[in-house]
């Protein structure tokens, strides 16, 4: 004990800390200290998260109370902002507000120090506040709160009321994880494991065999309708391909083995490199930290030991938190710990947050198969682009986008970034057009619950590439059949010169994803046959584990021509996928209607598609896309209602969804956190699993269910 009181001593001399570090004294270091040292990453394990049950406290007779840093009381209560256990004598204050939730000390002065005098779980306002120097003298009946929680009669506390009061509380308990200055070039990547990788491979090529798994691509193709006469041409029939990605051998042996699943999918994917640009401004403070450092926590744990990630956190500026490092047991537990010394503050700078993101996968020595961006944030970027509005200029986003991330017009793109727009404030624009300029996708979280959901959808899909650099080329074979258009929605196309030829750059397909592209071409009058030929399809793509080239051709696509037709059958798969292209158009249509302040005729716009729609033969037989591109188009319409709700969530919104239908990929959006709002004509099984993942663990932990309030009040209308 006494070498306790003198360790305080000497910390109080020196003006450090003010408050007792747990010591070697206190404890064995094979146990205790290995526990303290590590309990932050841990907690923030998907097991543990889902089980600890944060115990309300007992409010004192003052209402506000902190409790001794060196108690021996036993209690493991969590605190509500950083979601880490509060145990007693580890060295943190614990401060008990009045309406009985509990708080680290130095992460509830870090929402405070700005004048919050309102609760992160609750809501409700307090009365009194946590201080970060000398207090007043108290009110009658009341003790003062001290920053280390001794009472203020304790002789120690004449010695803190001598020290002079430190502007940033809340710093002196965060430890760097990272180096104090950041290398000129981020050529520190951790080495990839290439003799596991090349076992693995080779255990995963076995297991494929064994299962009778194939990495290829299904191929089919549906003509408009199956027969014409033959003394009829037509301007412009459609002929749908259809694309399949094989499903992973997870997929196709749902009996194996449990406990060997993780591993096994592991096994059979392409390892990823994934940076995540996360957005920690002083209005993420609080509750919304707290379920982002969550969400990140089941990220962190759902990568395997040979994908690699690092973490870039921006506020007024951005910083590498840590190089990209393999998930192994140790980069895991470092990778927990970074995330959960995270605090909030400062302004929004998206830009040096992609810049810096973009650099670590650029200067990276090696490169996993597959490599992508998630950026998150709820604000506007106020340092690169203005902000745009109804009377300004549209603002250049592509300044938001370093050269490494997009690499022209002509040449495509190389780094995905998959950007999730976060509450009312988020500039939806600016985060649509850094997907869509960069080939990733955008999300809308319109609820604080849905973070986790959104990331596990989207990292479900990352892990489980199992076709890249993907490129179809079209072909047509009678000699008097040519091209017209292709519509491929943001994927580049081109139709070459005299319309013999063209392609459609896809890139990277996840485990059972599909495409569906609609190619149009003239035919002419056919009295010489019964038969005319169309086109043949072939696909050029990357096995990403086998790192090989392969070609797939389809079967020659072809309509009957007899001399007199009978009944005209159009294919349902055909009139499905233009009803898509047309519910898109008209959201397209309707957005720029709605910037213009001409939100009653977006509305307008969006009903006269869902007249059209209902008339089609896909809508009059229940088909399920129309059925869901009904009740997209109606929900897109309620958040037209007025300027304040498109600005708050409509705008949004819409964007994702035309994120969602361009690029055929699922986006998380709206305000739902039972996973309605999720695009699940475009989910995959693995999206699938690992979003059931991620609410089987939200569901069993009760501290994030108190956590989850909605971003804004506005009522959605009706």
């Not at 000497?10 to 290995?34: I, Q, R």
């Not at 090349?198 to 194939?214: G, P, Q, T, Y």
């Not at 980069?331 to 830009?351: E, F, Y």
């Not at 005209?568 to 233009?578: F, G, H, K, T, W």
Request: with cysteine; glycine share 6%; proline share 5%.
């Amino acid at each position: 004990m006494g070498s306790k009181w003198r360790k305080a001593r000497m910390a109080l001399g020196l003006n450090l800390c003010v408050y007792l570090p747990k010591t070697l004294e206190d404890s064995s270091p094979s146990s205790v200290d290995s526990e303290e040292r590590l309990s932050d990453a841990a907690l923030l394990s998907p097991a543990n998260l889902g089980s600890s049950r944060p115990q309300t406290p007992t409010p004192s007779s003052h209402g506000l109370k902190l409790s001794r840093s060196g108690s021996k009381s036993t209690s493991k209560q969590t605190c509500s902002i950083c979601l880490t256990k509060m145990k007693q004598g580890g060295g943190h204050a614990i401060f008990t507000a009045e309406c009985s939730h509990s708080f680290h000390f130095h992460c509830i002065a870090s929402n405070v120090k700005h004048g919050n005098q309102i609760c992160p779980v609750c809501r409700a306002k307090w009365k009194e506040i946590p201080l970060q120097g000398p207090t007043a003298d108290p009110s009658p009946g009341r003790a003062p709160i001290d920053p280390v929680g001794w009472p203020q009669n304790d002789a120690l506390m004449t010695v803190v009321r001598r020290l002079p009061p430190r502007r940033d509380l809340s710093r002196r308990h965060i430890v760097p994880l990272f180096p104090a200055t950041e290398p000129g070039i981020f050529n520190d990547d951790e080495p990839l494991d290439h003799q596991t990788m090349l076992a693995e491979r080779s255990s995963s090529n076995k297991n494929c065999a064994d299962d009778n798994c194939f990495r290829t691509i299904e191929i089919k193709t549906y003509p408009e309708v199956s027969a014409v006469s033959n003394s009829k041409s037509f301007d412009n029939f459609t002929v749908l391909v259809n694309l399949k990605a094989a499903a992973s051998t997870t997929t196709q042996n749902p009996c194996r083995d449990q406990s060997s699943l993780s591993q096994f999918s592991q096994n059979c994917r392409a390892p990823v490199d994934l940076v995540t640009v996360l957005d920690i401004s002083g209005s993420m403070a609080g509750t919304k930290l707290a379920l982002l450092k969550r969400a990140m926590g089941f990220v962190i744990q759902n990568l395997g030991s040979n994908d690699r990630l690092s973490v870039v956190a921006f506020s007024s500026t951005a910083r590498r938190l840590f190089p990209l490092r393999r998930m192994t047991d140790t980069g895991r537990q470092q990778a927990l710990q970074a995330v959960n010394s995270l605090v909030a503050n400062g302004g929004t700078n998206i830009a040096e947050g992609l810049r810096k993101g973009g650099k670590i996968l650029e200067d990276r020595r090696g490169k996993n198969p597959v490599a992508s961006i998630i950026l998150l944030s709820d604000g506007q970027d106020t340092y690169t682009v203005s902000g745009s509005g109804a009377n300004q200029a549209q603002p250049n986003y592509q300044l938001l986008l370093p050269l490494p991330i997009h690499s022209g017009d002509n040449t495509g793109f190389q780094i995905p970034v998959h950007a999730f727009g976060f509450g009312a404030d988020h500039d939806a624009s600016s985060m649509h057009s850094i997907s869509e300029i960069s080939g990733g996708t955008f999300s809308f979280i319109e609820t604080e619950a849905v973070i986790q959901d959104a990331f596990a959808q989207c990292i479900g899909g990352l892990l489980s590439v199992v076709v890249q650099e993907l490129q179809v080329e079209v072909e047509c074979i009678n000699t008097n059949v040519c091209l017209s258009s292709l519509k491929a929605g943001n994927y580049p196309s081109r139709v070459m010169v005299g319309g013999r030829k063209g392609s459609i750059d896809v890139g990277d397909l996840y485990a059972e994803e599909e495409r569906d592209f609609l190619v149009s071409v003239n035919v002419p009058a056919e009295f010489s046959s019964n038969l005319t030929s169309l086109i043949k399809v072939r696909c050029i793509f990357k096995d990403p584990l086998a790192k090989e080239m392969a070609t797939l051709e389809s079967e020659e696509v072809g309509i009957q021509r007899p001399a007199v037709a009978g009944q005209v059958v159009v294919s349902i798969e055909v009139d499905r996928q233009r009803n898509r292209l047309q519910a898109a158009e008209a959201m397209a249509q309707a957005r720029a209607a709605a910037e213009r302040g001409d939100l009653a005729g977006a509305a307008s716009t969006l009903e006269d598609c869902r007249r059209v729609l209902s008339e089609t033969v896909s809508a009059k037989s229940n088909d399920r896309l129309c059925v869901a591109l009904d009740a997209e188009l109606k929900e897109m319409q309620e958040r037209m209602a007025s300027r304040h709700v498109y600005e708050a969530s409509g705008r949004a919104y819409i964007l994702s969804g035309l994120s969602s239908h361009s690029w055929q990929r699922a986006t998380a959006r709206g305000d739902s956190t039972d996973g309605s709002s999720l695009v699940q004509s475009y989910q995959t099984p693995s999206m699938v699993e690992m979003l059931t993942r991620s609410q089987a663990m939200l569901l069993g932990s009760p501290s994030a269910q108190r956590l989850i309030r909605p971003l804004y009040s506005q009522p959605k209308p009706r």
